[in-house]
């Protein structure tokens, strides 16, 4: 059973912080790794994606990849309350295509 | 491009009737993938197309859920015989693939929250 791991949360951080999420991966031959973002009652938006292990960087949203450690994370810096929503970890199943999503790791940025 | 379009946004229906949803894929966008989530999980794949061939379908699409994609533009999903259980938001996604550059991004539409009562 190919997994996604997140933690939950939620996680709480002042805003003008940097919001550090976390994911974790069990198929090693993952290629494609996704971070969406979902408000509350919205469908998921997409906000990075990650092929190449290191990081990348867009605006205040940086993706870093550890293929190694099987291991995906999302920065966000100067946090903003609007911010405030649920991060879902996805990862590319193989050659099928759909993708694997952790539970989401909700956070919460108090102005 | 006006990005994936589901219809309805909401429906509600008592147990063991069937519902219909609708899909319309960003125009270009070759693949095709349906979701299914609820609360405090995240999206559980159930099925993609390739144009109108459907290519993979998860162990959670029981014989009551069908979905098609006829001319491999829009698709449908069908649930008979609702259950309490199948209340979910589902949700659609598009994707093209395989692309000139590498892009594989799945792009997801509002979603359809079904409610069976």
């Known amino acids: 059973q190919k997994e996604v791991e997140q933690n939950s949360g939620p996680l709480s951080v002042p805003e003008g912080a940097i919001a550090s999420l976390n994911c974790t991966y069990s198929?090693?031959?993952?290629?494609?790794f996704f971070w969406y973002r979902q408000y509350s009652g919205k469908s998921p938006e997409l906000i990075m994606f990650?092929?190449?292990?290191g990081d990348k960087e867009d605006g205040r949203f940086t993706a870093q990849l550890n293929k190694a450690s099987q291991y995906v994370s999302l920065l966000i810096r100067d946090s903003q309350p609007s911010d405030s929503a649920t991060y879902l970890c996805?990862?590319?199943?193989?050659?099928?295509?759909?993708?694997?999503f952790g539970k989401g790791t909700k956070l919460s940025v108090k102005p | 491009d006006t990005g994936v379009s589901q219809d309805p946004r909401h429906k509600i229906t008592k147990r063991g009737q069937n519902v219909t949803f609708r899909c319309d894929p960003i125009?270009?966008?070759?693949?095709l993938y349906w979701y299914r989530q609820t609360l405090g999980q995240g999206p559980e794949f159930l099925t993609y197309f390739q144009n109108e061939a459907q290519l993979e379908k998860s162990r959670l699409l029981s014989d009551r859920f069908s979905a098609e994609r006829p001319k491999g533009s829009f698709s449908t999903l069908e649930i008979q015989r609702t259950e309490q259980g199948d209340s979910a938001m589902y949700l659609c996604?598009?994707?093209?693939?395989?692309?000139?550059?590498?892009?594989?991004?799945?792009?997801f539409g509002p979603g359809t929250r079904l409610t069976v009562t």
């Open positions: 996805a990862v590319k199943e193989g050659s099928q295509g759909n993708l694997i």
């Open positions: 996604a598009s994707s093209l693939e395989p692309a000139i550059l590498p892009s594989y991004e799945q792009y």
């Open positions: 125009s270009e966008h070759n693949r």
């Open positions: 990650i092929y190449s292990n």
């Open positions: 198929d090693r031959g993952s290629q494609s």
